[in-house]
């Protein structure tokens, strides 16, 4: 059973398009991470949240962190190909550190 | 570039063979985790050490072992090898220069068992 569910599994969309990525889970995090992972890469970093409602903004990328602290989401507005990638979140609970990662969003941004 | 170098960047090799995955973390980061990851499972945490040693443990199979040198590079040895565990396997470091939950990812080696 995956901690963090995220949805949808898979997300193929036109250049300009706006898009919805979900993190979901039952369990309270301390504090919750959006990765970006292109092909033959590692995954990079993109935001990390810390408090339940809290809303990060990243040019066109708007993260939030839910008021219970147990789901998240990430919006992208007019979607680029440079957008193209695996979208995982990442969440940490209790005292530890070590994030617990979802399966993540496959994006494919079509020009 | 994420300053976390992982080698060798692909690696095949048959059943029951033993090998060697090896990462150097970012300078000044003192902690360094291994990830696997795979199709069916996703980015699976498998070890942490933090400076010379073990710091936390995840689904690490008793097959898998780890060390952190003194130098703080890391090697991921994986003996016995079955067909289940090809996948990439990731490295990240994470220091005071970027708080310990900011992991810094390498580019991974993609193992390939036949």
């Known amino acids: 059973t995956q901690l963090l569910e995220q949805s949808p599994q898979f997300l193929s969309i036109q250049e300009g398009e706006n898009l919805t990525v979900y993190c979901n889970s039952s369990s309270v995090f301390s504090s919750l991470q959006w990765y970006r992972q292109e092909p033959g890469e590692g995954p990079v970093l993109l935001v990390t949240v810390v408090t339940g409602g809290e809303v990060k903004k990243l040019k066109r990328l708007t993260f939030q962190f839910g008021d219970a602290r147990k789901d998240s989401s990430l919006h992208i507005t007019a979607a680029q190909p440079g957008d193209t990638g695996l979208y995982l979140c990442?969440?940490?609970?209790?005292?530890?550190?070590?994030?617990?990662f979802g399966r993540g969003t496959s994006l494919i941004v079509h020009p | 570039d994420s300053g976390v170098t992982q080698t060798p960047k692909h690696l095949i090799t048959a059943t029951g063979q033993r090998v060697t995955l090896r990462c150097s973390p970012r300078?000044?980061?003192?902690?360094v985790y291994w990830y696997q990851q795979s199709l069916d499972q996703g980015l699976q945490f498998l070890i942490q050490?933090?400076?010379?040693?073990?710091?936390a443990k995840g689904n690490i199979l008793e097959r898998f072992s780890a060390q952190q040198f003194p130098d703080l590079h890391s090697e991921l040895n994986l003996s016995s090898l079955e067909l289940g565990d090809s996948a990439l396997y990731f490295c990240?470091?994470?220091?005071?220069?970027?708080?310990?939950?900011?992991?810094?990812f390498g580019s991974g080696t993609q193992l390939s068992v036949l």
């Open positions: 990240a470091s994470s220091g005071p220069h970027g708080g310990r939950e900011k992991l810094f």
């Open positions: 300078s000044g980061d003192l902690s």
């Open positions: 050490y933090y400076n010379g040693e073990e710091r």
């Open positions: 990442a969440g940490a609970t209790g005292g530890s550190y070590i994030p617990t």
